[in-house]
Every structure is written in structure tokens, then in C-alpha cells.
């Protein structure tokens, strides 16, 4: 059975720092690109970074490049997202997502990725 379970969510001020996990259980966690989304009370899910598992190429979305940063050890079978600088907009409902192939041009759409997370809620204060 495939599981994605993240955590780390939590209330934080903005300019304040806070890393995601995400363990993975029941696929082959090393084969897979992993990425990360968010979604906001009343806006769509957005892509926010992923790393693929053939080169470990990263990409990140405009908002938060140079401030997160996607990590992965597939000897724990875990993904990581360090989130420094946060900013009030950063406020989401963060999941993350496993892609079977990580294909360069889709990496960013969420409808390519084969599993998902419950999500972790994420709160920035101002």
C-alpha cells in the first residue's frame, strides 16, 4: 500500500524558518521525482518544487526559489523542504507528490504525479 504521510506544519512568524517531511512507504521511493505542492483556502493547488531521481535536478517555482529548498535521503525513503524567509502568502495546505517518470517539461503539473499526501498545514503569521 502506498503511503505518503508529511509533517512539520505548524504556526510560524514570517521571516521564520520551518522544514517539511514527507516519509514514503509501499513504491520504489528512489525511482520516483517527488515533489512538492500547496494549495491555499480558495486558490488552486500550486507547484512549489520537486527533485527528480534520474540527475537529481531541482526546480522550484518563482515564489519561493531561493528561499526553499527540496532535499531527499532514499535510504529513509523521505522528502524534505526547508522553508526559509517565509512570508504570510507561503500559508498553505502543503502536500507531497510522487511522479513516476519526472519528465522535465511536466514536473511542475500536478496531474502527471501518481501519488499524493494528506497534507500538512502550514501558517504564517505576519
Known amino acids: 500500500q502506498v503511503r505518503l504521510v508529511e509533517s512539520g506544519g505548524e504556526l510560524v512568524q514570517a521571516g521564520g524558518s520551518q522544514r517539511l517531511s514527507c516519509a514514503a512507504s509501499?513504491?520504489?521511493?528512489?525511482?520516483?521525482?517527488m515533489g512538492w505542492f500547496r494549495q491555499a483556502i480558495g486558490k488552486e493547488r500550486e507547484f512549489v518544487a520537486a527533485m527528480r531521481w534520474r540527475d537529481g535536478a531541482t526546480y522550484y517555482s518563482d515564489s519561493v526559489k531561493d528561499r526553499f529548498t527540496i532535499s531527499r535521503d532514499n535510504a529513509l525513503n523521505a522528502l524534505y523542504l526547508q522553508m526559509n524567509s517565509l512570508k504570510p502568502e507561503d500559508a498553505a495546505v502543503y502536500y507531497c507528490?510522487?511522479?513516476?517518470?519526472?519528465?522535465?517539461?511536466?514536473?511542475?503539473?500536478?496531474?502527471?504525479?501518481?501519488?499524493w499526501g494528506q497534507g500538512t498545514q502550514v501558517t504564517v503569521s505576519s
Open positions: 509501499g513504491f520504489t521511493f528512489s525511482r520516483y521525482a
Open positions: 507528490a510522487a511522479d513516476r517518470f519526472g519528465s522535465p517539461g511536466t514536473i511542475r503539473e500536478p496531474n502527471k504525479y501518481d501519488y
